[in-house]
């Protein structure tokens, strides 16, 4: 059974974001606003994987008549790793001119095959293992028509917007069964930044060879079959919004949280970075638009 877990509010750390005007002020005709679009990651729960190239050709946005409209100022295909973007580290991939306004979707284009073609001699998507071989990522069917990131955020009239997506890796590369090939099936969410917010701290007392990872839930939404073991070319903890593994002196963050209230689900991995169980739960951790909620975790607490 989980229990709940007591804990302090350390501190609350200012971070600074550039602040969007309200959508509904200064829209006459012929104005503009502006968005600056980074791409980040939550990192992979999974050893072995050193890193995950993916290469976006083309970015959409889906306008308020209900279209689809391409960001001409991105004009030449871009190639990230993206497990270099993890602890709130980004990528600018483009300062884009928009019409002021409400939106909540964005749809990347990815240079990565369909699966059942083959696979590619030149993949623009891929993995590369620890021991230095690599992996070609392959799309389900259909995949060719982008994915979409889901997200409300505002473009201000003359003003600019700074907006996130979140390329989940974690729920986006599964192994098709035992095909030995990766299917990339893209989780993508996007958030603003003058809405978001972080969770960071210590992890006291973890046994030897073992490992921790700390999913962040919308507080009240995990259920212990996020736990369970998932179906084939599925991921456990599915409904998780980040997660991180302590690393670096046992040290977690949860980066571009909308501003709320979340679970932490602390779950245990083996020395090869397999799930082992779930240790407990810390409920009702607040976050605050703009700020970083330090939380240290005790696992003899739990």
Sequence with gaps: MLRKWKFALLAVLPVFFMAACD???????GEKGSMKLYMT?????????????????????????????TFDEFDEPVKLDLLELTRGETELLGFFEMEPGAYTQIRFMLDAPERGQGPPTTPGSYL???????ASLFVPSGGQSGYKAVGQFVIPANGVAEVTADFDVRRSVVRAGNSGRYILKPVIRLISSEVSGRIVGDVFNIPEETGVVVYAYEAGTYTEDEAAEPAEEEVRFPG???SD?????????????????????????????EFVEVLGMIEDVPVEAGETTELDIDLEEL
Aim: aromatic residues 10%; charged residues 30%.
């Design 23 to 29: 959508a509904d002020e200064n829209t006459m005709d």
């Design 41 to 69: 990651d939550a990192p992979i729960d999974t050893d072995g994987i050193e890193n995950v190239f993916i290469t976006f050709t083309e970015i959409q946005y889906h306008t308020q008549g209900g279209e689809w409209s």
């Design 128 to 134: 590369v293992f620890e021991d230095g071989t690599t």
């Design 240 to 242: 998780a919004t980040n």
């Design 245 to 273: 593994k302590a690393c670096e002196e046992d040290r977690y963050h949860l980066d571009f949280l909308r501003e709320g209230v979340y679970d932490l689900v602390v779950a245990a991995t083996d020395a090869d970075g």
